[in-house]
């Protein structure tokens, strides 16, 4: 039986993409529960296995996925498996030389899983538990990051593209086709949503800031040089915007500074907007 309203074809962040699998019957799920030295995904990464061994998920390693979905087949129940460094299974090395211990569960908890989507489409963080876990209790899972640009030119057609091709869900507002006070009233922030605003006319941004600073949004940015930054922080607070919310506003924006082309600000403004999302989610 195939449950259409969690098919993986419906969920964006790769980080929930196993969890909606094992919502399926039949789908075991793999969640790292232990790291011993170093490995290249954090603590909680989750893989599936459908009952064919194929997978879906990333743990950074074909062969470890191979070997995970070759030992669930065999598995009649729950249990940590340690991998590399200190495993009984001499023949196998986890790359970097590390450790990792691998909760392995043939049959985990649907309605479990199927709770914890059901919160996360509803933009609420969520936590799965591990019953009998001594590594590891329970798995913390935060709402998919959103992104709401607004602004013109050819910038903002780039953070498009770049989102789209990310899989980042964005929200496109731009001048020429949207009355930005009539727009800005239809956005909701919540405390994983990014703000990014590309006017080169900066008379068009004053709105929709003073809305994104006195929400829940946990980035908020502006393009501009030190002219349009001083600019702004006095129209702001002609509006009775107060110090402490315009200093939540990040100026200039993106990792990577005086960009020059639209490809590169949008590369350097989404990198910068990522990072700061994922120290949250390392953080949950």
Request: proline share 4%; glycine share 8%; net charge negative.
């Amino acid at each position: 039986m195939m449950l259409a309203e969690y098919s993986i074809d419906s969920v964006r962040d790769e980080d929930h993409i196993a969890l909606a699998a094992a919502c399926q019957p039949g789908v075991g799920l793999c969640t790292i529960v232990g790291i011993e030295g170093s490995f290249s995904r954090r603590l909680g990464a989750q893989l599936a296995v459908f009952p064919d061994g194929s997978t879906v998920g990333d743990l950074a390693d074909s062969c470890l996925e191979r070997q995970l979905a070759s030992d669930m087949m065999a598995c009649q129940g729950s249990r940590v498996i340690r991998y590399g460094r200190g495993s009984a299974k001499i023949d196998f090395r986890v790359p970097c030389g590390g450790g990792l211990d691998i909760l392995l569960e043939p049959a985990p908890d649907r309605a479990a899983c199927r709770s914890t989507i059901d919160a996360l489409r509803t933009r609420r963080p969520a936590q799965l538990a591990f019953e009998g876990c001594r590594h590891m209790a329970h798995r913390t899972y935060l709402p998919s990051l959103k992104l709401v640009v607004m602004g013109e030119g050819p910038e903002l057609k780039a953070v498009a593209s770049l989102c789209s091709a990310m899989k980042i869900d964005v929200d496109v507002l731009s001048r020429d086709d949207l009355t930005l006070g009539l727009a800005a009233r239809n956005v909701r922030y919540d405390l994983w949503t990014a703000c990014l605003l590309l006017f080169h006319d900066h008379e068009w941004e004053l709105a929709p800031l003073e809305q994104a600073l006195t929400s829940e949004a946990f980035y908020i940015g502006a393009q501009g040089g030190e002219r349009a930054r001083y600019d702004r922080t006095l129209a702001l607070a002609a509006r009775g915007v107060s110090e402490e919310q315009i200093a939540r506003l990040t100026s200039p924006v993106g990792l990577m500074p005086a960009c020059k082309s639209p490809r590169t600000l949008a590369l350097s403004a989404v990198s910068e907007i990522v990072d700061r999302y994922e120290q949250m989610r390392a953080a949950a």
